[in-house]
């Protein structure tokens, strides 16, 4: 039988797990600082200002980013382009310096990987594989991406996820010691790298998104950059009708996300119109493409009555059909493209580069 003093127990943990804001409130008023030892359980939040309660420390947070960032570079390695990686550095730094944390460790890194993705591990350590940088059309884009892991980060999104799961390992544990009939339960085993690829859902989508536009137009890029990304991605899932873009399972792409987006922008006092397409489309030619070894990003000039189909057939072994160009271009397959614009192409590594 659980006693008294066990429920008062198993109740005091839950109520700090999911009423955490509540509390926090409380504790602010009280000045009660609650701590363990010399480690703090309450912590203001870097973006709200918020005290919440938390195990995960700031010093928690490095110590798991630094471990995460070994197994995601051994697990996948990183691209081996260091132009580039330093590239993704410096868009990422220069936000994340403008940013709430600008005392992280930031380190922003190409994992080498035709998946499209992107993933941010405690501490400041982000992640975009090479095969979303292959369907970005501009430095405004890719920075839309970085900056929402950064929001992510800054907004504490993955030690809230933390708390939630490990105080409920906690309050778990406590029933199974009282009530040896819940052993069979099986315990939340610390899941590694798996803690990178877990959903935050909804509303902390919203509030990265919501601090990504801050971000990008910050320094000086156009912020729809985000949505444009989030527009292309949807139109890759779409095209295949699977799911392609492990990006939307971590992120999920919900209807009102481009709109509410647009919205934010619409709002803002100055809105800054750079896109660095022709410094981003530099930095790509000749990336990885795909899981052969041999694609590549090229270029083509669209001829006069080119159309997707008719560029496609040029990618003769690169092997790409129309509506997936279309989307590597940031369009529908349904608009053709322009003569004199110069489109983005996959070509095969040992023929020449358009
Ligand atoms: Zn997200």
Redesign the pocket.
Known sequence: MVGLLELLLIALIILLIFGTARLSRAAATTKAAVKVGKKRLWVANPVTGEKEFTLMTAEKELALGRRSDAEVRQKWGLYNNSALQQYVQEIGFRMARASQRPELPWRFSIVDDSEVNAFAAPGGYIYITRGLLAHLCNEAELAGVLA?EIG?VNARHIAKRYTREHGAQAGLWLVRVFWPAARALSGWADKGLDMLFLS?GRE??LE?DRLAIGYIAKCGWDPLGLSDVLITLGRLQDASGENVVPWFS??PLSPDRVTALENIVTHLKTRPTDTGRETYRRYIKGLSFGDGASSRIGFYLVQDGDTWQAIAKHAGQAQIDAATLAILNGHSVSKQPRAGDEIKMVVIASSDVP
């Open positions: 929402h992510h935050y902390a989508e990265a971590t992120h």
